[in-house]
T-cell receptor, first 113, second 113 residues
Framework: TQLLEQSPQFLSIQEGENLTVYCNSS?????LQWYRQEPGEGPVLLVT?????EVKKLKRLTFQFGDARKDSSLHITAAQPGDTGLYLC?????????????FGKGTKLSVKP | DAGVIQSPRHEVTEMGQEVTLRCKPI?????LFWYRQTMMRGLELLIY????????DSGMPEDRFSAKMPNASFSTLKIQPSEPRDSAVYFC???????????FGSGTRLTVV
């Protein structure tokens, strides 16, 4: 069974601070996705990383896929209250059942003004 | 496109009653997924369909749960009889398949008393 472990589970910081959250597995994934979920809503896709070592930037968010495609990190620069939410990573194996993603349990981020 | 549409948004029912959750996926998406989210277990895949055919229902907790997808634009998840431990947020998501990102609905918050 493939598992994705996310850390930390909870994170509370002040506006303007930087932070990094992690997503780790003992399994190799074909691709990895990051989602953000706000209270009362479904998760929303932020980014997909496919190549080992790949780095993608989305404004103040930087996503990296590990060289071995077993782990990923999300770094937020100068966090803002609008970044508050649950960050979920999800891994995919194209060789398996089509499009079946495995989700981590998430990191709950709170950014205080 | 209006996105993935789920109904109802909230459902409160008594133990033993039948509950039916509904989902309209994004037009053109050929994969549909039902997830359950709780604080303890995170997002759990219940069942998913590809081209209206159930592919993997190993996540369905027990025989009280059933799901159908009679056509490409509609799916239901039924719980009969419902139990308090079924209380959770149930999400429907759709995808183009092949490891592309999922689009989630806003979820149905189910409370069984």
């Amino acid at each position: 069974t493939q598992l994705l472990e996310q850390s930390p589970q909870f994170l509370s910081i002040q506006e303007g601070e930087n932070l990094t959250v992690y997503c780790n597995s003992s399994s190799v994934f074909s691709s990895l996705q990051w989602y953000r979920q706000e209270p009362g809503e479904g998760p929303v896709l932020l980014v997909t990383v496919v190549t080992g070592g790949e780095v993608k930037k989305l404004k103040r968010l930087t996503f990296q896929f590990g060289d071995a495609r077993k782990d990923s990190s999300l770094h937020i620069t100068a966090a803002q209250p609008g970044d508050t939410g649950l960050y979920l990573c999800a891994g995919s194996n194209y060789g398996g059942s089509q499009g079946n993603l495995i989700f981590g349990k998430g990191t709950k981020l709170s950014v205080k003004p | 496109d209006a996105g993935v549409i789920q109904s109802p948004r909230h459902e409160v029912t008594e133990m033993g009653q039948e509950v039916t959750l509904r989902c309209k996926p994004i037009s053109g998406h050929n994969s549909l997924f039902w997830y359950r989210q709780t604080m303890m277990r995170g997002l759990e895949l219940l069942i998913y369909f590809n081209n209206n055919v159930p592919i993997d229902d190993s996540g369905m907790p027990e025989d009280r749960f059933s799901a159908k997808m009679p056509n490409a634009s509609f799916s239901t998840l039924k719980i009969q009889p419902s139990e308090p431990r079924d209380s959770a947020v149930y999400f429907c998501a759709s995808s183009s398949g092949g490891g592309y990102g999922y689009t989630f609905g806003s979820g149905t918050r189910l409370t069984v008393v």
